[in-house]
């Protein structure tokens, strides 16, 4: 891990992204966002489905322009012309969830892979640089593979292809969301181990998109919690995980099968939609801290219900939006 | 006491423009009252095939033979009558994706009394009322029972497609995939809901899954399925902790425990690729991908081999239990039987019995919880 001093490669600075929903509600999908990437490391984004995770993904990678905030890559505020943004896109690469709908069934493998070096005009050694992004992602040999359709090939081997479609301009940073949500098990490991050792040998930063801990767990250095279009909880992976300050993390950790947490918590309901943000704490509804009466005891009751917490401000340290939480560790340093 | 269900040397063959295609060949175990058994096995492994097969569900023209007796009938022999009555009544199964598997124009009260009423002849608002009584246990909000399956979240319409496998009092539930496609949260609850209703009903689950540690987490006993065979069964704490078959011990190692400081940065998997059924490997089906391969392992076919009394596994590795007593006798398969694995288990033991101690909590969350979805 870096010392603090290292810039981040990608930063999201108070993100926000808005909808307009059908009857003319605003979706929050993203409602304040502070998140930083830094160069080689491999941080999960994790949440529940609705919580805004792909749309913070996807407005990183430019294709959803903010409402308000700004996404920096190597410190520079992104710019949305077409040709900042293509540019943008070579050096930031996504990986999709399903390779099945990724890949065009009538495109060979060899098409599919040099497709970004065609639109960016790269014309020089194009079969080489194919060949490289292939044996890169773990299809070895390469020329094996290059006049194969998607349909010949097994999900493992179309998700390596995938792989080697965002490899082929030689990116500094991955989007990746749900890689291995697709699979089955027993190619999971192999599909997390390339995306480790791409980031080993090519120095390759990634935001793994997912609702996976254990493939956190698994992968990644640190781990951001999303709810509700939030980050609730931020920090490396050991802390966060095993553990978790955030009542909904905690939550999140203990359902898991062996958990380290041994009390499992089954939250009530489903989370709120986004165009409906509830005030205060924005977990508060649901949240078994203040239900149990812990939060009551602690002082923080009338603060989770009525205030909102202020903006976790990124960074690589450990981060709670949490009163009960902030209140607890203020008492034990006091 | 007579096995509720008993699956005896079942073999499954479709026929395809391809040819024939061995689905599942040759599988028996058998589950009484209260049982609940996890089948487990990548795609394509023939696990939802056995699953369909109990209730005569599969396409026409597939081969089956052997025998499945559901409460001492052999279903493959039933009349289209008898099995009508077994449908829903005997068994019934949760299907993964119940978006497809609901009516999307018919209120989702009347899809759950459909059963009701062709099993029991009772009047259609009978029928609703009971629909409304099993919503109530399935933690689904009573006004939900006018909505169209549309107008509910995943996590709800999977408790419909579970209240109406519930409605005629089967006494055996097959949930296929039933959690899959759900959240962790959402999919923690439905999981605790039907660990409940097996155990509050004395019902027989059969649990299919690809997600060995949620099946272990559930389920008293664990079954591996590889190529259309069981390659292990035994009890689910050995099998996902202690593996015998190397592909599952592959399995098992797939799913990292969170925590675990062995799986910390530390992703397991499997190289190759699952065989295609058409063209299964000679021997040991697994043997191309096995990381512990023997010479004989290519030419022999293996069936399954007691490790212990109630435990089996199908690998040329695992000896013959010897006869000692079990505590003295030493894991008997030599990649198994390395420190990894034991500590593994040891590990997931411990934690096995902080979530017994969960079972009074359990409750006590699910109450709060099931009635302001």
């Known amino acids: 891990m870096t010392d603090g001093t290292t810039k981040p490669i990608l930063s999201a600075t108070d993100l926000a992204v808005r909808f307009t929903a059908p009857g003319g509600r605003i979706a929050r999908a993203v409602d304040g966002v502070n998140l930083d990437l830094l160069p080689g490391e491999i941080l999960a984004l994790a949440g529940e489905s609705g919580c805004g995770k792909t749309t913070l993904a996807r407005t990183l990678l430019g294709l959803e322009h903010p409402t308000s905030g700004t996404v920096s890559f190597q410190g520079t505020p992104l710019a949305y012309s077409t040709k900042t943004l293509k540019a943008y896109r070579s050096q930031v690469q996504l990986v999709l969830q399903d390779p099945t709908g990724a890949l065009n069934p009538r495109h060979t493998v060899y098409d599919a892979v040099a497709e970004g070096l065609r639109i960016h005009g790269i014309d020089d050694n194009e079969h080489d640089r194919v060949a490289e992004a292939l044996s890169r992602a773990g299809l070895r040999p390469p020329e094996r593979f290059f006049l194969s359709y998607p349909h010949e090939l097994s999900g493992g081997q179309r998700q390596r292809v995938v792989i080697a479609g965002a490899l082929v301009l030689h990116p500094q940073v991955i989007i990746a969301d749900e890689p291995v949500a697709s699979l089955d098990a027993s190619v999971r490991g192999e599909i997390l181990a390339l995306l480790m050792r791409l980031r080993d040998e090519l120095g390759l930063a990634a935001v793994v998109v997912t609702h996976d801990l254990g493939l956190a767990w698994n992968i990644a250095d640190r781990i951001a919690v999303m709810y509700l279009g939030r980050i609730v909880e931020q920090g490396s992976v050991d802390h966060v995980l095993t553990d978790p300050q955030h009542p909904y993390t905690r939550a999140l950790v203990s359902v898991l099968p062996h958990s380290p947490i041994p009390e ?44 909102d917490l202020p903006i976790l401000t990124g960074g690589e340290q450990t981060q709670v939006a949490c009163h009960y939480a902030t209140s607890r560790a203020q008492a034990v340093t006091s | 006491m007579t096995p509720l269900l008993e699956i005896d040397d079942l073999t499954i063959t479709y026929r395809s423009a391809r040819g024939e295609i061995p689905a599942v060949r040759g599988i028996s175990f058998g589950l009484q009252p209260g049982d609940s058994l996890g089948l487990a096995g990548e795609s394509g492994c023939g696990k939802s095939t056995v699953a369909a097969a109990v209730l005569r569900l599969l396409p026409r023209g597939t081969q089956v033979s052997g025998r499945i007796m559901l409460d001492g009938e052999d279903v493959l022999k039933m009349s289209f009558g008898t099995l009508r009555v077994v449908r829903w009544a005997g068994a019934s199964i949760v299907f993964q994706g119940a978006m497809h598997s609901l009516n999307p124009v018919q209120r989702v009260a009347r899809q759950i009394a459909e059963p009701i009423v062709l099993h029991e002849h009772i009047s259609a608002s009978a029928a609703e ?3 409304v009584e099993l919503m109530t246990q399935v933690g689904l909000p009573t006004w939900r029972a006018r909505s169209y399956p549309h107008q509910l979240s995943g996590g709800q319409r999977q408790r419909v497609m579970i209240a109406m496998a519930l409605a005629c009092s089967p006494q055996l539930i097959i949930a296929d995939e039933a959690t899959t496609a759900l959240d962790v949260m959402i999919q923690a609850q439905v999981l605790a809901l039907i660990k409940r209703l097996v155990a509050e009903r004395d019902i027989a689950l059969v649990m299919i899954s690809h997600d060995l540690s949620v099946l272990a987490d559930t389920c008293d006993q664990l079954a591996v399925m590889y190529a259309g065979k069981l390659v292990e069964h035994g009890p689910s704490h050995e099998v996902f902790g202690n593996a015998q078959h190397p592909y599952a011990q592959a399995l098992s190692a797939a799913f990292p425990i969170v925590g675990d400081p062995d799986e910390r940065r530390n992703p ?3 190289a190759g690729d699952p065989p295609d059924p058409a063209a299964l490997p000679t021997g040991c089906s697994f043997h191309p991908r096995c990381p512990v391969a023997m010479d004989e392992c290519t030419s022999t076919t293996v069936e399954l081999r007691a490790v212990r009394h109630d435990w089996q596994a199908a690998c040329l590795r695992v ?19 390395g420190p990894d694995a034991r500590e593994r288990d040891a590990r997931a033991q411990e934690r096995d019995a902080g979530s017994q101690e969960r079972g009074a909590g359990d409750l006590r969350v699910r109450a709060t919880s099931e009635d302001d979805t």
């Open chain 1, 264 to 307: 499992p918590v089954v939250l009530a309901g489903e989370p709120p939609d986004a165009t409906d943000v509830p005030a205060g704490c924005r977990f508060h509804p649901r949240c078994q801290v203040l239900a149990s009466g812990a939060a009551a005891a602690e002082g923080v009751d009338g603060h989770c219900r009525t205030d």
């Open chain 2, 129 to 131: 009322e009971r629909a």
């Open chain 2, 268 to 270: 397991q998997g499997l």
């Open chain 2, 319 to 337: 000896e013959a239990e010897p006869t000692q007593p079990p505590a003295a006798t030493p894991s008997a398969l030599g990649v198994a039987a």
